[in-house]
């Protein structure tokens, strides 16, 4: 990180980053496995021993291709300049698996950018950016503003803020039968242990609990989100109801 770069892992991250990364290290297995990928590389591509990138990798059975690529440094006040009109904010998500397949899920929802606020995980660590497959660049992946930050500038980018807890006001399911999802929206998630904080929960335009119809005490942070994200995308393709 002190020289601004992270490491890239596997054949999927690499591919995705290929654009971007600034040095490429295969193995035989990999180089074999791989070689179109590593054909259309526009970066210096260095051929190692499995011992050495085994030794470069932070996973324990390394696929055979590793990179490097400069940080993706995204602004809170660029990343919304287009207006997107569906973002996730993550407060104090310290877990890199489920902060990588959150990112992972919005990409796949249709989001148009994703916040991880201060005291979040860093989403260049190498367990975040293998659980991301790859849609770390997808979408700009903001790290590190305040709570109320994230909150001010999502609603001045026009979008409803919705905190999503396990005892929130509003059912979802109300909320998508009477078509309150359909305009731009933001929804704010927090740690599976702890919930959001009691500032999240009073800056939020609403709080929103999703229905369980079985004896499960709660969803983990992947699958609230996974759930709230698809709600909002449903209702942005259907289009404001009479």
Request: hydrophobic share 45%; proline share 7%.
């Amino acid at each position: 990180m002190a020289e601004r770069r992270f490491v890239v892992e596997g054949p999927q991250a690499v591919r995705e980053a290929l654009p971007d990364l600034l040095e490429l290290f295969a193995d035989p297995d990999g180089a074999e496995r791989h070689a179109s990928l590593l054909a259309g590389a526009s970066c210096p591509v260095t051929a190692v021993s499995r011992e050495v990138l085994a030794a470069m990798a932070e996973t324990v059975t390394p696929q055979g291709l590793l990179g490097t690529a400069p940080l993706r440094d995204v602004g809170l006040a660029p990343a919304l300049a287009g207006r997107p009109r569906l973002v996730v904010v993550l407060e104090a998500v310290a877990d890199p698996g489920n902060a990588g397949t959150v990112i992972r899920t919005a990409d796949a929802a249709g989001a148009g950018a994703v916040v991880l606020t201060e005291g979040s995980t860093d989403p260049h660590g190498g367990k975040c950016v293998r659980a991301s497959a790859g849609s770390l660049w997808h979408l700009p992946v903001v790290h590190g503003p305040g709570t109320a930050e994230a909150v001010t500038a999502l609603r001045a980018a026009g979008l409803q803020v919705l905190a999503a807890t396990g005892d929130g006001d509003d059912d979802l399911d109300d909320l998508i039968d009477r078509g309150e999802l359909s305009g731009p929206t933001a929804w704010l998630l927090g740690t599976e242990a702890a919930g959001l904080s009691p500032q999240a929960l009073e800056l939020a335009d609403r709080t929103v609990r999703v229905p369980l119809h079985g004896r499960a005490e709660s969803l983990n942070l992947a699958c609230a989100a996974a759930v709230c994200l698809y709600a909002s995308a449903r209702a942005h393709r259907r289009g404001p109801q009479p």
